[in-house]
């Protein structure tokens, strides 16, 4: 089912109608219309006694009654509503819209699809309805012309039939309203009386015509969601998304696909399923273009090339070409398409330049061949966690070799990516392949910079999780799955390595999401637990703030610029030596009440600070946007379905702003929590389906920095730099507090609480440091360890995890001078 705050084409057609139908039917009443409309449903009568909670909420709904308007009735109330009277009536311009792109809609469809279907006595019958609901509409508009709103502005021209379903499907684009009239409040309807809600809404035929036209618009919204997929991979191409977002756009495209057809089901099963209603359509087109479906111009051809732009927009091409494998596909054997059967292949070639025929077995070459791939890891492999929904669709499909329309629409989407992408489609498989690599190497180098060296929050069974992600990233990526299913079963054209990742750069898109979302939780949990990096980043702020630093650390910086200081110091940063130890304090656990207040500070000496039952600051994953498809691409039992809540998620939870271009292309992104995010200062809680993929793409892109983030890598430095300031305060911090200030080299984060107790006034912070053996208040062991970070950014190792942001991920950033 398609979630409820999104809304398909036939359901906005539908509700259309019933508003047009709501407005005529209680404006009349208002106005004294006393003939009856329609005999309608109403409420039942409640059960006596007094009813439960339950009962109650069932109870309100109940007082709504609904009337079905009938389609005969709509003149009637039309000229009651506005015959003479004072003061007159102006009928809203939503209205009117609302009529028009009713009105456009059908006759798009009676002039380009009604004709041409199979004709027979139930067909003349529904043809009768049809015309007479188009007349009876157009009437209505006629008699409001004269009464419409200033506001109301006519179409410049009205719809003509199409010379094919691409440009019928733009002209709807044409009609669709505006956002801010998609935003824009409910016409106001007087209410019918109290204590009761009544709802009209349109008589709606339950025929051959009303089924082809939902199929008309699913057809349309697939097209509409294909254009929006082809715009990420456009982007992707061009730089300006990110492989994971375009990937996940891809994926939902296809989930809000299937639900599309869900939705639809009862009415495709009972025209005879997708494959019956689909060449019914299409032969209709070809009847409409004096063509038929069976011409052929060559012997040779598969299909009438006349229609090639109308076959492409509608989905008959890989309709035709997976209805051409199944056929070929039986119970226990293994088709192989030998390389080059049909040809070859060459992506190096302009897709441009090629005639419809050469297109056309461009795409046969490469979507026979693959599915052959497809069915080996279909039948080799077991479901993988971050599966696209073309192997997912296809796993069925091959099982039961029935074909549904919304895995006709994924293989569409992988012939598009490969058509988009050419010769530079196995990039995708580049970047994942680096991914897993720095993954793997990070986590590797982890294991041997702490092999001797162990924590209590961190015991050695998180050590066996980490290898097992790194077995996990082995088996399923550097492994070739694929390629080893094809030996398993002893394929005779065995693949060349790593084949179905290279050509299947959707796949790759969504591995990368799961390594890096699994990667980005696993570190920040380790980062927390060891506590080096937010013990580095108070003390990097305290040097920064004193001015005893001469170069910027480039990724303690960019994790605060991601994150907010928040994460760090429990507010802003601090900004003197009393308020570094006591945001220190906070962070690490100690409470508040212990700290004097301005007015007294000088007055006495703090004591010891007792632990507060908050616990520790710790560092939390990001990207909120990306995280509300963690289930779907890491859980080892997926749900698939798109829910309500997860389009709030997407529509609402993004930290960042951005506007979108005339391409829904975001333009320059920034992170203030300060501000609304442009992205959501006008929201709705129903969105368009083209509109959400923007959105979504939009909203992951913009986290990628937060999610590619390598918390592991930068706790390796500052624990190295943590060696480093000991080593360089050793000295000073031996005469303050004694030798055994630090017992152990895990306690080496309490260095920066030693650090600051030196310069205030304090002697002991709860059971976190040692007693302060002297009275001496002074900065120079700040000075100490501030010489300790200058050396460690001199050699260049401030920036290590920027390079690997702008070298191996490509992500670039720069920061705002103040």
Known sequence: MLPKNLLSTYQQYKNDTDNVAQWLASKAKSLGFSSGLSEGSTAGKQKTGKPTKSQQRKNKLASKTN?????????????????PREPSVQVPARIGTLLDRTISTRELFADDVSPHLPSNADKKQSDDRHMFFLDVLRKVREIFKPHYSKEYSAPKKAPKSVEEIQNMFALLDVEEPSEAFQNAPTV?????????????????????????LSFNLLLFDFSKLRSEVGRSWQGYQQGLVDLIAASIVTNT???????????????????????RMLTIFYVAQCVEHNTTEAFRERMSDDINFKMYQVADSMLWIPFTLLSAFLNVLQPGTLPEMKPGYYGTYTPSSPRGAKSARDKFKEDKILMLEMLSEFLVLCIGTPLAPAEDELTRGLRETFKTKKITLWVVFAVQLFLDIHNTLRAEVDQAFASLSDVASLVRNSIKNTFEFHKDLRIENWPKENDQFMSQFIDQIS??????????????????????????????????????????????????????????????GHLYNAARSEKLLARRWTDMELAFAIRDYTSFFVGSP???????????????????????????????????????????????????????????????????DLRAEDITKILQKSEWQYEMDEHNFPTEMTKDSDNIPASKAQGNPVVALPKLLAILRAGMHAEIMELSYD???????????????????????????????????????????????????????????????TDVVTSAVLVEAAGAIEGMLEAGAGGVVGTILKEKLKLDFEFEEE
């Not at 009544?198 to 035929?205: F, G």
């Not at 152990?744 to 002697?763: D, R, W």
């Open 67 to 83: 009337h079905i308007v009938l389609v005969k009735d709509f003149i009637t109330l039309a000229e009651f509503v506005v015959k």
């Open 188 to 212: 106001s309807t007087p209410a019918p009386g109290a204590g009761s809600e009544v709802r009209y809404t349109a008589e709606r035929p339950d025929d051959l015509q009303e089924d082809f």
């Open 253 to 275: 495209a296809v989930d809000l696909a299937r639900s599309l057809e869900e939705d639809l089901q009862h009415i495709i099963d009972r025209r005879g399923g997708v494959k």
């Open 475 to 536: 088996h399923y990526i550097l492994g070739d799955p694929q390629r080893a299913a094809a030996r398993r079963l002893k394929r005779v054209y065995l693949p060349k390595p790593y084949l179905f990742f290279r050509q299947h750069p959707w796949l790759c898109g969504l591995w990368k999401y799961h390594i890096q979302v699994r990667y980005h939780e696993l570190s920040i949990t380790f980062a927390n637990a060891w506590g080096a990096v937010i013990h580095c």
């Open 574 to 640: 601090p900004n003197n030596p009393d308020d570094y130890l006591k945001r220190y304090a906070l962070a690490v656990a100690a409470s508040v009440t212990n700290f004097p207040t301005s007015d007294n500070r000088n007055g006495r000496r703090a004591r010891g600070v007792q632990t507060s039952s908050r616990g520790p600051q710790g560092l939390s994953e990001q990207a909120p946007v990306l995280q509300t498809f963690k289930e779907r691409y890491c859980d080892a039992a997926p749900r698939y």
């Open 711 to 773: 918390y592991l890598t930068l706790h390796r430095f500052c624990w190295r730099l943590l060696r480093a300031v000991k080593d360089s305060c050793r000295d000073q911090l031996i005469k303050m507090y004694g030798p055994e200030y630090i017992e152990k080299e895990s306690q080496l984060p309490f260095l920066v609480g030693y650090i600051f107790m030196a310069a205030t006034n304090a002697k002991q912070m709860g059971g976190f440091l040692k007693l302060k053996k």
